[in-house]
Nanobody
Framework: QVQLIESGGGLVQVGGSLRLSCAASGRTFSSDVMGWYRQAPGKERELVAFISAGDDTYYADSVKGRFAISRDNAENTVYLQMNSLKPDDSAVYYC????????????????WGQGTQVTVSS
């Protein structure tokens, strides 16, 4: 298990951008799949994007073309660049780490961050 600490959330207007960061502690970061989930009030937590140890990426259809996930193994940090934000993107965003993945899912998640709030105002 690793400790994950998110930052970068906040209030932004429609069409604006934010970059979320997730700093990880632990020896397994470079071999872990790292991803971002989000949860809006009254809704289930949903996968937004993930990046494998080999830099393969997955994006939910709702964010494809607008969000970009990246990782810096030297800094043990994963990023989520969010552009062209919409009100529907408002949610608490959680960083997650897993050992495995399928083409469209993270498998065996072993660590979660505490979450960072993103609010997009219209």
């Amino acid at each position: 298990q690793v400790q994950l600490i998110e930052s970068g959330g906040g209030l932004v207007q429609v069409g604006g951008s934010l970059r979320l960061s997730c700093a990880a502690s632990g020896r397994t970061f470079s071999s872990d799949v790292m991803g971002w989930y989000r949860q809006a009030p009254g809704k289930e937590r949903e996968l937004v994007a993930f990046i494998s140890a080999g830099d393969d990426t997955y994006y939910a259809d709702s964010v494809k073309g607008r969000f970009a996930i990246s990782r810096d193994n030297a800094e043990n940090t994963v990023y989520l660049q969010m552009n062209s934000l919409k009100p529907d993107d408002s949610a608490v965003y959680y960083c997650a780490a897993s050992r495995y993945r399928t083409p469209r899912a993270m498998v065996a998640i072993h660590s979660w961050g505490q979450g960072t709030q993103v609010t997009v105002s219209s």
